[in-house]
């Protein structure tokens, strides 16, 4: 007697997987948001005041 292979998983099988796969993508990027949010990017110690009037009224 000779086993049938059955080529194509089952629906089931198939939609375990997708899900995994999100599930581990939606984790990969909550993880990578926590990090970016530690890191201390550098910022601009004092505000620049730039008059635009006189720039304005030559146009």
Do not use: H
């Not at 998983?9 to 997708?18: A, D, E, M, V, Y």
């Not at 993508?25 to 201390?40: P, T």
């Amino acid at each position: 007697m000779q086993l049938k292979y059955n080529r194509q998983p089952s629906l089931g099988n198939t939609l375990i997987k997708i899900i995994i796969k999100l599930l581990i993508l939606i984790v990969f990027f909550i993880v990578a948001i926590f990090l970016i949010e530690k890191v201390n990017f550098p910022s601009p110690s004092n505000k620049y005041d730039i008059d635009l009037t006189n720039d304005i009224k030559k146009l």
